[in-house]
């Protein structure tokens, strides 16, 4: 099976990759959170407000702004277990310190999808994401965030679908740091 990671999701997958069960045949992160890169830093998520996580996540984030004293009170309580699972999971950092070194032991294919309008994690930091896996293709999704399966879903599903068609190649020649 193919696994599939969104933000913290795709540090889930990334971690299932390393697991190396025969299972896992690859692995797809997109947007992905969970490894520390000098100069580009994760987006305190703990920090922002409701009006700036939109504004972080998305290309164009007025179509998906979203009140949430206007959600019924069931929605609210579930954000707030989902932002408190999150904080037990993820911590305050958003990363593994121990991650990006653990990657390079990684031999499940895997492709980095990225949004390039992604502030939450910039661009450079997913092409480092790839750049710390043998075995990864980086590929960028234009006019798209943090949440591309929201923003914009068919390119998220095409580049998904057309991954087999290209070689995952050693991408360690990308120089970041």
């Given amino acids: 099976m193919t696994v599939i990671g969104n933000s913290v999701g795709g540090w889930i997958a990334a971690e299932?990759?390393?697991?190396?069960?025969?299972?896992?045949?690859?692995?797809?992160?997109?947007?992905?959170?969970?490894?520390?890169?000098?100069?580009?830093?994760?987006?305190?998520?703990?920090?922002?407000t409701m009006d700036e996580m939109f504004s972080l996540s998305f290309h164009n984030p007025d179509p998906f702004r979203v009140?949430?004293?206007?959600?019924?009170?069931?929605?609210?309580?579930?954000?707030?277990?989902?932002?408190?699972?999150?904080?037990?999971?993820?911590?305050?950092?958003?990363?593994?310190p121990t991650?990006?070194?653990?990657?390079?032991?990684?031999?499940?294919?895997?492709?980095?999808?990225?949004g390039d309008s992604d502030q939450i994690v910039d661009t450079d930091y997913g092409r480092a994401y790839a750049a710390a896996m043998p075995v990864a293709r980086f590929q960028l999704l234009t006019d798209t965030g943090h949440m591309p399966q929201v923003e914009t879903p068919q390119q998220l599903l095409d580049a998904i679908w057309n991954c087999g068609e290209t070689d995952?190649?050693?991408?360690r020649d990308l120089g970041i740091n």
Avoid: K
């Avoid at 609210?76 to 305050?92: E, H, K, M, V």
């Avoid at 032991?105 to 492709?111: F, G, P, Q, R």
């Avoid at 995952?168 to 991408?171: A, G, P, R």
């Fill in 16 to 48: 299932m990759g390393l697991i190396a069960d025969p299972r896992v045949s690859g692995v797809i992160l997109v947007d992905a959170v969970g490894i520390e890169v000098p100069e580009h830093p994760i987006a305190d998520f703990f920090s922002l």
């Fill in 67 to 96: 009140d949430p004293q206007t959600l019924p009170p069931a929605a609210q309580a579930a954000a707030a277990g989902n932002r408190d699972a999150l904080a037990i999971y993820a911590g305050t950092a958003m990363s593994d």
């Fill in 99 to 114: 991650l990006r070194d653990r990657l390079g032991e990684m031999d499940t294919a895997t492709l980095v999808l990225w």
């Fill in 168 to 171: 995952f190649t050693d991408q």
